[in-house]
């Protein structure tokens, strides 16, 4: 219905902006990462998508399209509506997302506040065949795909049950003994050594 609201930004409360767009302010409810990117007073092009339920018109505002793609993908597994889908996509970026569901990783799903183990083992199921593989180097949290043998440990800690935040600090931990040729197994173990001290 409304793909994206380009406009001045009218005001930022704790849970959505207000963007105004030929006169009118049109109020997105907003994860805090894209909140914070928001400045009042400054241009602003949101990706959006809207929710109809009977008794209101909801229009969620994201960073970016994949951000709004993953929100309305998850939306496709059971038991997942509007809220559950934006705290997952406030607490996990599309990529890790992608990584947990694709690794069967239980553990990260269940950071989201909503998601039990039951929930996490269910959105696995039913998402795994749609949420595709994570897209090399579209946001940040993308990082460990940089260098290939960032993402092969990464892959094999968070395999091993490691949260997604925990494995991306040993992988940055250990970067500086990669050197010219990584050897893969000598990191893991190395990040697996960091990450027990810890």
Do not use: Y
Request: aromatic share 4%; proline share 6%.
């Amino acid at each position: 219905m409304i793909a994206f609201v380009r406009g001045t930004v009218a005001d930022v409360t704790l849970g959505s902006a207000v963007v105004e767009v030929g006169g009118v302010g049109l109020e997105l409810v907003c994860t805090p990462n894209t909140l914070a990117t928001l400045r009042v007073g400054a241009p602003a092009t949101l990706p959006t998508s809207m929710v109809v339920r009977e008794e209101s018109l909801t229009l969620f505002g994201f960073a970016d399209e994949d951000e709004k793609q993953t929100f309305e993908l998850v939306q496709t597994a059971s038991g997942v509506g509007p809220k559950l889908a934006q705290a997952m996509v406030a607490c996990l970026a599309p990529d890790d997302l992608r990584r947990a569901v694709g690794s069967d990783d239980v553990k990260t799903l269940t950071r989201v506040p909503g998601i039990g183990q039951k929930g996490a083992q269910r959105i696995i199921l039913e998402l795994k065949d749609r949420l595709g593989a994570p897209t090399v180097g579209s946001s940040p949290a993308s990082g460990p795909a940089a260098a290939p043998w960032r993402g092969q440990v990464h892959q094999g800690l968070v395999g091993l049950g490691w949260s997604t935040k925990d494995a991306e600090k040993a992988v940055d931990a250990v970067a500086p003994e990669a050197g010219e040729t990584p050897d893969v197994a000598a990191l893991l173990r190395s990040a697996l050594r960091s990450l027990s001290k810890a």
